[in-house]
């Protein structure tokens, strides 16, 4: 099985695991707010975080499929080697902002609120650990578009 395929079951499995979670803490945080009439405390707190980890895995997920969003006018009516060559720009644009934005942006916001040690109020948990959802999908998408890279190289088109 290539790295590609591992990736993306791993990327796909950890996408259901969280929604999953996501949609029983939201049941959860319903039921305890309106029919036991004790509100939960760290509900709320979870779900937030719960879908910033689904928003940026879930895009990284989506490059992976090529099915993230884009404006495909111009692509669709190239042919060949200027249709390639405009999708290498693409995905090099992709990767220049994955890796500034995305990856070192991230890494210094993990490093920042690790070292100023911030929890979060309800879960108690450093908010570090949240944030490395945002590198962490960085890599991914990283890794996504230097390989359709690649393989848009390795297409002989006329």
């Given at each position: 099985?290539?790295?590609?395929?591992?990736?993306?079951?791993?990327?796909g499995?950890?996408?259901?695991?969280?929604?999953?979670v996501l949609?029983?803490?939201v049941?959860?945080?319903?039921?305890?707010?309106?029919?036991?009439?004790?509100?939960?405390?760290?509900?709320?707190?979870?779900?937030?975080?719960?879908?910033?980890?689904?928003?940026?895995?879930?895009s990284?997920?989506?490059?992976?499929?090529?099915?993230?969003?884009?404006?495909d006018?111009?692509?669709?009516?190239?042919?060949?080697?200027?249709?390639?060559n405009?999708?290498?720009?693409?995905?090099?644009?992709?990767i220049?902002?994955?890796?500034?934005?995305l990856?070192?942006?991230?890494?210094?916001?993990?490093?920042?609120?690790?070292?100023l040690?911030?929890?979060?109020?309800a879960?108690?948990?450093?908010l570090?650990?949240?944030?490395?959802?945002v590198?962490?999908?960085?890599?991914?998408?990283?890794?996504?578009?230097?390989?359709?890279?690649?393989e848009?190289l390795?297409?002989?088109?006329?």
């Amino acid at each position: 099985m290539t790295l590609r395929k591992n990736i993306d079951k791993i990327l796909g499995f950890l996408l259901i695991v969280l929604m999953i979670v996501l949609v029983v803490d939201v049941v959860w945080q319903v039921l305890a707010r309106y029919v036991v009439k004790s509100p939960s405390s760290f509900t709320d707190e979870l779900a937030r975080f719960l879908l910033i980890w689904v928003g940026l895995f879930g895009s990284a997920y989506a490059v992976g499929k090529k099915k993230h969003l884009a404006i495909d006018i111009l692509p669709s009516k190239l042919k060949g080697i200027k249709k390639r060559n405009l999708l290498i720009f693409i995905n090099i644009l992709i990767i220049l902002f994955s890796v500034s934005i995305l990856v070192a942006g991230g890494i210094r916001l993990v490093y920042i609120t690790l070292t100023l040690e911030q929890i979060s109020p309800a879960l108690r948990i450093p908010l570090g650990y949240i944030y490395l959802a945002v590198p962490l999908s960085g890599l991914f998408i990283l890794y996504y578009c230097v390989e359709e890279i690649l393989e848009l190289l390795k297409t002989t088109t006329d």
